[in-house]
């Protein structure tokens, strides 16, 4: 029988004496206010309908519950907070049980927390990844499940974010019990039929005794805190996190939920938490390109590699880690020994850090094959072409793809400037040639740039997205121009480092500034690690057309002639006596930038290191402005999720125009002004930055034109 249901959100059916509540939200039945409105009104109900007995809550759809609306932070709050929904269930005198399918995370699993009883079947995923956007379990989350489940595992929980499976659930206590099928209701009204059969009552967690013995819990705080000191340095809720477990500990659970709300709304109001949320959504705004909403992908199983150096290897890892079926093709078979030696020594690095068996590489290897002879790519559906970074040898293997490759196999390049319509206009189906821009390691880094040339045909846009898709990868589209996205924008905040180490900073306190401002490395560790030839060879080859009243500082050309490439020649910006492990600060290295102070005439001053931030970041994000202006991104955020995967930009800020927004565009431009009184070559206000300041605009403002 129905009753009537109090909003369209939340459906209410009476099972016999069992009221069933599902949450009804699509996509991930989030906990917003009409929800929260109906789960509220539905509990009223039931509580004075003598028919009932006891209370069953469910997710329609997919899962179970994706937690808070994550739109609805920073808005103004409408009533019922979720922490009030949620002692509701919990001071319910008949029975709940939460029966969990799909996801149960974040304020979902506050939900199922607050319930007397929990179930989840098979393939239900539990967490509370709140840690994640910024923010911690703010609906009694902290102070339920240490006394549910102890506060070492709930520590782990909370400050990684991750997902425990329904059986490791079932381990530590989170859930009463196992669902053996999938059918969440069946399930739910079985186990609830059984619990009113045995007249078990309302149990409440807020009772629970896990944190009765309180040594091994002070024990798991201080261990937490120490590693987060480490591991969570500059970020809030972390730390918030850890002081609201502790309030388990020394106060009443009154007591510490308001603890808990206090260092929740914190979180809330923090610029952290606004950077990780536009990460959230900008991540998924990312894959909506224009051409993956008007086709579909083609068929992809076989994938062709041409060249098994760094990235062509790389690669071939990410395909085959990704199950499909990869063929490399090399030029000699000297070459191809050497490719397929890149491969396998990936695989053999993991066996001998213990996480992958000499079984399971030789059943990813079954997968992979290697010629010399272009005919193997006969049937593949689409090849990746990763050889030397030069345009007539890749117009020579475009040419070979044109000949061998079948209809309808998709040719992309993974060069990292080079001009991809040059590269498509050269052969005989153009339609076909995609860039796919690649990070190394290639089967680590997130990023894949997509980079779209003018003749390609949407569906194989649509493929490359969902070849992304395929491999893990943070697909972010990009225009055409000399290092799309990413590699242009660091080329001019590279620039404005140079010029700051000329003008009088040492490259460690650059480096040291950047690490302190979020980014896992400095900009001279970054040189060191991917190698100062490469940077070198380029420099040479644009030295004839660099323009000649550019500043061009000299003093990596002063390293590379010494031969100090980084950390692959034991030296570059830093010394490496004993590996990458054992950098130190080499005084030579500021000799040479001293001498080279000199030879330009430079009388050297100092920066502090929030100098250093401002003009970093206002050569970042004036670049990433005109990358915006041009279209070369579709849009800011996709320029903010390309520098968070592939360039270390720090998450919690957001991506370098969500920062500029937060640090004031009128300030950004004043600061560009500025700066441009010493160099006005080097310091062009973007167009766009100007626009935006004119009418007192912000890039955000432009993410929801489209
Ligand atoms: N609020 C609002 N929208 C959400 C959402 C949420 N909690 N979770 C997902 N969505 C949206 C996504 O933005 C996406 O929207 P579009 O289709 O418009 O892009 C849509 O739902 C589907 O999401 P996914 O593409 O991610 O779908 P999926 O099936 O791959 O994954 C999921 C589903 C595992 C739930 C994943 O979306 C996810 O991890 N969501 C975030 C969960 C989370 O962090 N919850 C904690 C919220 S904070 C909280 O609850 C705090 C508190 O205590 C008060
Ligand atoms: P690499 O020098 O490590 O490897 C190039 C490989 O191509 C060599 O193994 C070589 O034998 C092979 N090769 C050359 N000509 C060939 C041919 N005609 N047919 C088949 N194989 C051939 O170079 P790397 O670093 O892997 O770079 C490859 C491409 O990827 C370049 O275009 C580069 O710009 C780009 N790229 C490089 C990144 C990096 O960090 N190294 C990052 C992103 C892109």
């Known amino acids: 029988m129905s009753c009537d249901t109090p909003l369209p959100t939340v459906e209410s059916t009476l099972h016999e004496s069992i009221l069933v509540l599902t949450l009804d939200n699509p996509p991930v039945n989030a906990l917003g206010v009409e929800v929260r409105r109906g789960l509220l009104a539905a509990l009223d109900s039931a509580a004075d309908n003598p028919a009932v007995e006891g209370i069953l809550i469910l997710g329609a759809g997919r899962h179970f519950c994706g937690g808070a609306d994550i739109r609805e932070f920073g808005k103004p709050p409408q009533p019922p907070a979720l922490p009030e929904l949620v002692k509701r269930i919990e001071a319910c005198a008949k029975p709940v049980v939460a029966a969990i399918h799909g996801v149960a995370l974040g304020g979902g699993l506050e939900v199922a927390l607050a319930a007397h009883y929990r179930l989840a079947v098979r393939g239900a995923r539990l967490g509370l ?374 003008d009088g900073a040492s490259p460690y306190q650059i480096d040291q500034a950047l690490r302190d401002f979020g980014f896992p490395m400095g900009p001279f560790q970054v040189a060191d690690l991917a190698g100062g030839d490469i940077g070198w060879a380029t420099r040479k080859r644009k030295a004839a057309t660099r323009d000649p009243k550019a500043r061009y500082v000299q003093v990596a050309d002063r390293l590379c002639e010494r031969g100090w490439f980084g950390q692959k020649t034991g030296r570059g910006y830093y010394l490496y006596p004993q590996g990458p492990r054992s950098a130190s600060e080499d005084p030579e290295v500021l000799a040479i930038i001293d001498a080279e102070r000199q030879r330009a005439g430079i009388t050297p001053r100092t920066f502090s290191d929030a100098q250093i931030i401002r003009r970093y970041m206002a050569a970042m994000i004036n670049e990433a402005a005109n990358v915006v202006h041009e279209g070369i991104a579709l849009r800011p955020l996709d320029l903010d999720i390309a520098l968070i995967h592939g360039y270390g930009f720090p998450r919690y800020r957001g991506g370098p125009l969500k920062y500029a927004d937060q640090y004031g565009l009128p300030q950004v431009l004043a600061d560009i002004r500025e700066f441009a009184e010493d160099d006005p070559q080097f310091w062009k206000p973007s167009p766009l930055l100007v626009a935006l300041v004119e009418r007192e605009a912000n890039f955000d403002s432009l993410n929801h034109a489209h």
Do not use: W
């Not at 309180?214 to 261990?223: G, N, S, T």
């Not at 987060?228 to 939920?257: C, M, N, W, Y």
């Not at 610029?271 to 705004?285: D, I, M, S, T």
């Not at 030029?331 to 491969?343: E, M, T, Y």
């Open 129 to 502: 990844p709140e840690v994640q956007l910024g923010l911690l379990p703010g609906a009694g989350g902290t102070q339920r499940l240490p006394r549910l489940i102890g506060a070492k595992a709930a520590l782990e929980l909370m400050l990684s974010g991750r997902h425990l499976s329904a059986e490791q659930a079932l381990e530590l206590g989170l859930v009463d019990r196992l669902g053996d099928s999938d059918d969440a209701q069946a399930e739910g009204l079985a186990y609830l039929g059984q619990l009113l059969a045995s007249q078990a009552g309302a149990r409440r967690t807020r009772d629970a005794l896990a944190l009765s013995d309180l040594a091994p819990q002070r024990a798991a705080i201080a261990a937490a805190r120490e590693q987060a000191g480490k591991k969570s340095r500059g970020l809030l809720s972390p730390h918030h996190i850890i002081q609201a477990v502790e309030a388990t500990l020394d106060r009443p659970f009154e007591d510490g939920l308001k603890e808990e709300r206090r260092l929740f709304l914190e979180c809330l109001d923090s610029p952290q938490r606004a950077g990780l949320v536009h990460a959230f959504f900008a991540e998924r705004e990312v894959l909506k390109a224009p051409e993956t909403r008007a086709a579909a992908p083609r068929a992809l199983e076989q994938i062709g590699v041409v060249g098994g150096g760094t990235m062509g290897a790389g690669i071939a890892v990410a395909a085959l880690d990704a199950g499909l079926q990869v063929t490399m093709i090399e030029r000699d078979q000297a070459a191809l020994a050497r490719g397929r030696g890149n491969v396998e020594k990936v695989y053999d690095g993991l066996i001998d850090k213990g996480r992958l068996s000499a079984a399971d590489k030789a059943a990813t290897l079954a997968r992979f094959s290697a010629s010399i002879d272009y005919r193997a790519l006969a049937q593949a559906d689409l090849v990746i072409e990763a050889v030397f970074e030069d345009m007539a040898a890749k117009q020579a293997v475009f040419k070979e793809l044109d000949r061998v490759c079948k209809a309808g196999a998709v040719l992309a390049s993974n060069t990292s400037y080079l001009d991809i319509n040059v590269i498509a206009q050269s052969i005989s189906r153009p339609a076909d040639v995609i860039g796919l821009h690649f990070f190394s390691p290639a089967n680590i880094m997130k990023l894949l740039e997509i980079v779209v040339p003018a003749k390609v045909a949407a569906q194989v846009v649509a493929t490359a997205f969902e070849l992304a898709k395929k491999l893990h990868k943070v697909p972010v589209r990009a225009g055409v121009c000399d290092g799309f996205i990413g590699n242009r924008i660091l080329a001019v905040y590279r620039q404005a480092v140079d010029a700051m180490l000329e």
